[in-house]
Each structure stands twice: as C-alpha cells, then as structure tokens.
C-alpha cells in the first residue's frame, strides 16, 4: 500500500509516525512522510525532519521524507490524489470532557475533501 503520512510536529502527529512506521515494517507499505507547516506546534520544520529520520532509522525503513508548504490540508489531499496514494495517515483526535473526538483542522480538512481512505492515528 502506498501511504502519505502528515506529520506537523504536534505530540500525536509524532505517535502516528512512530505507529505508522511499525504498520508500514510490518506490512511492506511504501510510505511518504510530508512535514507540513503547522503554526500550533513549538517544533521547526528541522527538528521535526530529525525526529522523523530517528523513528525511521528505529524502524530501519526507507521512506520519503518531504517538506510541503502552503495549506496543510488542502496539499496533503492534493499530493495523495495527484500522486496515487492509497492512503493518507495523521495524527489527531483528542477527546473533549464529554468524550467526544475534537479535531485539528488538518485532520478535519483531510477528512472532509480527501478521495482516498484516511487513517487517523491516536
């Protein structure tokens, strides 16, 4: 399976890499990780290629790693339409008080618009 993950440097965007990364050993996928800007996380756009090259090299996969700039959302369902991918991965969702599952715009973009299957990773 061909899998564009989004990782914008939030805590759980960097769980669902480490998930996915796993998922993607295990299951021979092809993955693409595009770091996208995300004004909410306190991580530069290097600090968050690091963390990926580790989890990468923890794993010893071979992945894509790149940079995408412009509205995260909207660039991650026009790269996995324009690009063939099969699946696109995020992280998100936390629960609210009442138990239910809030989303970041990224992960609510993605999953409104997108014509490919979408994971979300928590």
Do not use: C, W
Not at 3 to 21: F, H, P, R, W
Not at 32 to 40: D, F, G, H, R, W
């Amino acid at each position: 399976m061909k899998v564009l993950l989004g990782i914008g440097g939030s805590e759980d965007s960097l769980d669902a890499l480490s998930k996915t990364a796993e998922r993607a050993r295990e299951a021979g996928d092809d993955l693409t990780v595009a770091i996208v800007e995300n004004p909410e996380s306190d991580r530069t756009p290097d600090e968050i290629e690091d963390a990926v090259e580790r989890v990468l090299d923890e794993y010893d996969i071979d992945a894509t790693v790149r940079h995408v700039s412009g509205d995260p959302g909207s660039r991650l369902v026009t790269i996995a339409e324009s690009e063939d991918f099969d699946q696109i991965a995020l992280g998100g969702g936390e629960r609210s008080p009442m138990g239910k599952l809030r989303l970041g715009h990224i992960a609510e973009f993605v999953l409104l618009n997108a014509h490919v299957s979408v994971t979300l990773v928590r």
